[in-house]
């Protein structure tokens, strides 16, 4: 299975990003997807999640302003990423499970996209 990753850049502040997850895999409307980030130092970590039933999960850091959605006619997840800060700059990865849940463990994934990057500016 490979995951293609796409969508990252350079917004300001405030900014809207939708990012894009397209998978070679004809099941792959069975699988959940997970987004996940890692900044520059720090750990990866959980951004959102949504099962192959539409069932979503968010880091409390995003809800509100980041969803989380798939069109399983395009074996495509994106993340819509609004209200941009600064924080939220990382290189994005998005990765698939065939748990019937949105896991928030990275560990839980088996396949992993190549990541894109997007950087906030203040």
């Not at 998978?23 to 987004?35: E, M, P, Q």
């Amino acid at each position: 299975v490979q995951l293609q990753a796409s969508g990252g850049g350079l917004v300001q502040a405030g900014g809207s990003l939708r990012l894009s997850c397209a998978a070679s895999l004809r099941t792959f409307s069975s699988y959940a997807v997970g987004w996940f980030r890692q900044a520059p130092g720090k750990e990866r970590e959980f951004v959102a999640g949504i099962s192959y039933i539409r069932t979503t999960a968010y880091a409390d850091s995003v809800k509100g302003r980041f969803a989380i959605s798939r069109d399983n006619a395009k074996n495509t997840v994106y993340l819509h990423m609004n209200s941009l800060k600064p924080e939220d700059t990382a290189i994005y990865y998005c990765a698939a499970t065939s748990l019937s849940i949105p896991s928030m463990t990275d560990n839980d994934y088996r396949y992993w996209g190549q990541g894109t990057l997007v950087t906030v500016s203040s």
